[in-house]
């Protein structure tokens, strides 16, 4: 069984009149990368501070490697790193001075060594020297990176690691990502790039205040849209339309584009009735495949339904 | 303490980057230690006739102070006496400045979360911030009263006034009271830092602690006010009072929740 690297239980946090974080209950296990997701105020970095121990939770309560936050939050602040939103640095100083305070603070028993390994790591090695207000973006971001996981931490929270970067450094940034899932840290990542949480993240949470859904981006596809697979037919007739339709497990059929669609509960054990069907009945059948819809369709749907459904 | 001082280490790199803090740090010392030096300098020549005119204007409880003196070391002793406030001022204003700085400038380059989120606590981090305002101050103002003091031993007309100016109440000033003060100016710093929600309002507002010391400044040179001991006294025991009113409010006015969520 896996270890729970997060456990949040009726999380809340208001200030004053204003409930930002409504009742949030979760539970991450060790190694996952968990996608939060949501606009702007639904809450996000709020539960980052709270489960990094920055700010005080105002009900519920939440464990992080074990330790209970508002009890143990030095504990907490050990076990987690943190990319904030406004990875902030010390312009004046250097890369490598830069890191070296931050390791001090996080009472980093190798300092010099742990600073050589991150430089080095994100390919900041060479220019560890120069003042880092003269650095771009990019590399300030690849810096807060660094910075956020000098004291080896077993929790990571990045909040937007690739906010304005050009694709080249999202691409080295979002390869990190993936590189320190398999050294088995338990990351939480909260952005709007919704490609990237797609590609990131094992689960993901659609949040706005409150959770709105919690599952793998694979599975909320399917519980919101279904199985959709499309045939690419010579000619889509009617009598083919019935022909598919005459099986009870199609959910739906539809000619989109010149094409079929088909929504279905088990395509792998459906798909092949209906080609055979579909051949039967004289179409010549060019290409199946999947229907994919992006995780911004899942995303929009729950965080906006109405307007999805107009 | 590792942290308290890996703090100060990283401010005094950062800050004195800075030409805002560096010219608090040595062109106010400067000015106030060379300038009353330059007036004994230009007493120098000066005729006893005149000194001795000078001094029957002086305040009347002043003329006890400068028994024994000729008249003109009691006029370059009155003179030297003015700048006794100045003096105080140094280990307000610096770090008062630097703390400003110190504190604002994480807002603005937006390093105060990544510092919160670290283990260290909230005394380490304020104490480092203080240190690294006060000990630069006190080293200056101590610095400048030393190289004041011996400019006095070569330029005063008279040993007397080389005594007075090692006397009681002025090393109970500069010793006593103008650490009391930096801690004073730091701690305010740090209130005023943490409760604003704009960083410039938080220097500015915290630049009027001088206000109090150009007041004595005045009063002293008006006659209304005299420093002797028993002032000194009272007023290290009251600053002692509150510095610690101040530094308890400033600990706890030092919310880290209310800087992350109020400073935007």
């Known amino acids: 069984m896996t270890d729970t690297m997060i456990y949040t239980n009726n999380l809340t946090k208001s200030f004053g009149e204003n409930l930002a974080v409504d009742r949030l209950s979760l539970s991450i296990p060790a190694g996952e990368v968990f996608g939060l997701l949501g606009p702007n105020g639904a809450g996000k970095t709020t539960t980052i501070r709270m489960l990094a121990a920055l700010i005080a939770p105002t009900g519920g309560e939440a464990r992080v490697a074990g330790f209970q936050i508002g009890q143990q939050d030095r504990e907490v602040r050990k076990a987690v790193g943190i990319l904030t939103e406004n990875p902030g640095m010390y312009n004046q100083l250097s890369a490598e001075r830069n890191l070296s305070f931050f390791a001090k603070l996080y009472e980093v028993a190798d300092i010099p060594g742990q600073v050589e390994r991150y430089l080095r790591m994100l390919g900041l090695w060479d220019r560890r020297h120069e003042a880092v207000g003269t650095f771009s973006k990019g590399m300030r971001q690849k810096l807060a990176i660094a910075r956020a996981l000098l004291h080896e931490p077993r929790v990571l929270y990045l909040d937007e690691p690739t906010s304005g970067l050009d694709p080249e450094a999202s691409r080295i940034v979002r390869d990190f990502i993936a590189e320190l899932r398999h050294e088995g840290r338990t990351i939480i990542i909260c952005t709007h790039n919704l490609n990237e949480a797609d590609r990131l993240c094992d689960r993901v949470a659609v949040f706005r205040s409150e959770l709105l859904a919690l599952d793998t981006p694979t599975n909320l596809r399917r519980q919101i849209f279904g199985r959709r697979v499309v045939f690419h037919l010579a000619e889509v007739t009617p009598a083919l339309l019935d022909a598919v339709r005459a099986y009870g497990f199609v959910q739906q059929a539809e000619v989109l584009e010149d094409k079929l669609v088909v929504t279905l509960d088990d395509p792998e054990a459906q798909n092949p009735l209906l080609v055979t069907a579909l051949v039967g009945a004289g179409a010549q059948v060019r290409f199946v495949g999947e229907l994919r819809r992006s995780l911004e369709d899942v995303y929009l749907h729950l965080v906006n339904p109405q307007k999805e459904a107009n | ?264």
């Not at chain 2, 704009?198 to 400044?217: G, H």
């Open chain 2, 1 to 264: 303490m590792e942290k308290i001082w890996e703090i100060v280490r990283k401010e005094w790199s950062e800050v004195f980057k800075n030409r805002l803090v560096l010219g608090s740090v040595i062109v106010m010392p400067l000015i106030f230690t060379l300038l009353p030096l330059g007036i004994l300098y230009s007493m120098q020549g000066s005729a006893d006739v005149e000194m001795a005119e000078a001094a029957a204007d002086m305040p009347e409880h002043f003329q006890a102070v400068c028994e024994g003196l000729s008249a003109l070391a009691c006029s370059q002793y009155f003179i030297l006496l003015q700048f006794l406030s100045l003096f105080l001022l140094m280990p307000t204003i610096i770090p008062v400045t630097i703390a400003s700085y110190s504190i604002v400038g994480e807002k603005n380059t937006h390093t105060l979360e990544p510092v919160l989120a670290t283990p260290i606590t909230t005394l380490e981090l304020l104490m480092g911030k203080a240190l690294a305002g006060v000990i630069p101050a006190l080293s200056i103002t101590w610095l400048s009263y030393g190289i004041f003091v011996a400019g006095t031993a070569i330029l005063a007309v008279d040993d007397g006034i080389f005594r007075a100016v090692l006397s009681p109440v002025w090393l109970l000033s500069i010793f006593g009271i103008g650490a009391l003060l930096s801690v004073a100016g730091v701690s305010l710093s740090i209130m005023i830092s943490s409760r604003v929600n704009d960083p410039r309002a938080a220097e500015q507002l915290s630049s009027l602690v001088v206000i109090p010391l150009i007041a004595i400044f005045m009063g002293q040179a008006m006659g209304l006010i005299q420093f002797d001991l028993g002032l000194v006294i009272w007023t290290t025991i009251g600053m002692i009072v509150l510095d610690t009113v101040l530094l308890y409010f400033a600990i706890q006015l030092f919310q880290r929740e209310t800087i992350l969520t109020r400073w935007k």
